[in-house]
């Protein structure tokens, strides 16, 4: 096996979670951490000299400037562009456009009113500001608390992803060196960090998040401690700004509403109202080609604008679609979450952000995998809600249906999916593509092969249900016991038809409906049964004497019926043996001649045994089977009966 290739000056092979960059003349490849490049400004060099042609060619050439108002500041500066989000000039001209106030849209509050319950009374459809913190239980560091102690808390070799706001495009790296660019005095870019989530930090320790993010967040209360996945930490977020740091219009992922608190400087947030109009504007909008040139406040009917100085907390509710502008340096706290609201709009959203092709970095971590186990718990709660006859919250009943339609539309595609991956006969097996990540990110780890296992243990339990419901639809073939107490049960009728002949005074026609009934029940299981000085035996358990003994007998006894002229009871002349013909045939040696039962005599009835019901005489239908059994068993031991 051929060994890797080693690059850059200290001769390591390739490393995709690396940034590297390209000498122009020796082609070969270097990590920017060893030749002190960063990534952010790889983009602005035009020629890379690495440190060893450097020596004989001179330095890298820088890129030349020639406009401000585009991403690419390389081309001509002619006028016939339109300026881009994030530019200086974009920047400028947003401060001097006018918006409608955010006091039409926003409602102040108190720390202390806001409560779930207030929420589930009068929804959470509005963005809710608090300047008075008492009661809202959010614990933050004082406002002395620098960026250098961010580093402190957090460790400066954490790699981060920032944006390059003029190019409204992001680039790794360490926390430290964004903490330095972060205090120099002259910034030669605009570098905006909104993405460092420290739930698993020191740091975390410092922040608590307000109690009502807190109780009505999905991932709290129904992310489950076993769960295959890792639970989200969407709830932590440190937002770090320079002046002019701008995050175009957005939606946050998966629908979630969001806390933010403004620790020290200032924000702008520019706030559209999640219509169903604006969301198809919106989704429009985000698709075109030329998204950057076109400023998205501009094509709704209201964009309202809301500035939130330091110690303010803001809560925006699900799909609000919303601009963030730093008007100065800024730190500020947030967190996501999810929850029973509006269930109907985070679903909504998430449905959008696959129709956008959002890249899994973008996305909430499992969204699909919570929405299963907040259903699970919903279920409960709505059951308990109807055991105590208590009526369901509308917002909660029609947040079921939403995920009810969204689950089966999940598992619909999940099933043509896993058919299209199935290799057709003959040809290549499909290729499985990857979670959509770019390479070396630290976003969902989802991958393909997680996913199918899950869809083979869903198939599966599919497949054992259909099974269990096929059992239980089909016929049940009787057993051996329950054939024998059918057969018992008919002897028993067939033996008492002559007391109930004498009770009545008059000669009735024993129905054998029942008896052919059984015959038909028992066609499959051909059970040959014998009553023999009271123990049942096979025909296959006799000897051939006594076989030979039964079929003489026969033959004496059918001449008597002959004479009767009973040329009707053909069926009952061979009263031996069960032919293969037929199942089961029932023959009383003691009834001599054995005549048709419609043309037999009565005779007198048995007495009655009060010892098989222990002293009391049965009701009519009330003695078992087993007890008729053992009353006829004592009237007929020294006679052999066979059934």
Known sequence: MAAA????VCRQPYDVSRFMIECDICKDWFHGSCVQVEEHHAVDIDVYHCPNCDAVHGPSLMKKRNNWHRHDYTEPDDGSKPVQAGTSVFVKELQTRTFPSGEEILIRMKGEQVT???????GFNYPIVVTEMEGLGLKLPPPTFSVKDVEQYVGGDKVIDVIDVA???????KLSEFIKYFTKPHRPKVLNLISLEFSDTKMSELVEVPDVAQKMSWV?????DDSFFPKPFVQKY???????????????????????????????????????TNLALYEAWSSSPNQSEVFFGEKVEKCYKCVVPQGTTLLIPTGWIHAVLTSQDCMAFGGNFLHNLNIGMQLRCYEMERRLKTPDLFKFPYFEAICWYVAKNLLEMLKELREDNCPSPTYLVEGVKALISALKTWLKREVRLSRSEEPVSGSKPVKSQGCGMPSGTNGCPATRSTLERLCQARRARRAARRLREQQRQAPKLPSNLDILEQHTKEVLKRLEVGPLEEVHGKLNKVSTASAAAAAESLEDNHLRLMLVNGRIISPSQRSPQELAQHQRRLQVEKSPMDSQGNSSSEAWDNQGLPSPETDYQYCDPSLS???????????????????ATKGKRPKKGMA????????????NRHNRVFV
């Open 238 to 276: 440190c937002l770090m700004g320079v002046k002019d740091s701008y995050t175009d219009f957005h939606i946050d992922f998966g629908g979630t509403s969001v806390w933010y608190h403004v620790l020290w400087g200032e924000k702008i947030f520019y706030l559209i109202k999640p219509t169903p």
């Open 5 to 8: 290739p080693l690059y850059c």
């Open 624 to 635: 078992t089977a087993k007890q008729r059994l053992g009353k006829i068993l004592k009237l």
């Open 593 to 611: 001649p054995p005549l048709h039962p419609s043309k037999r005599h009565a005779p007198n009835p048995p007495p009655i045994s009060n010892q």
């Open 220 to 224: 709290e209360n129904y992310w489950p």
């Open 116 to 122: 779930t319950r207030y929420l589930e009374r009068h």
């Open 167 to 173: 190019r409204q495009a992001d680039s790794k790296m």
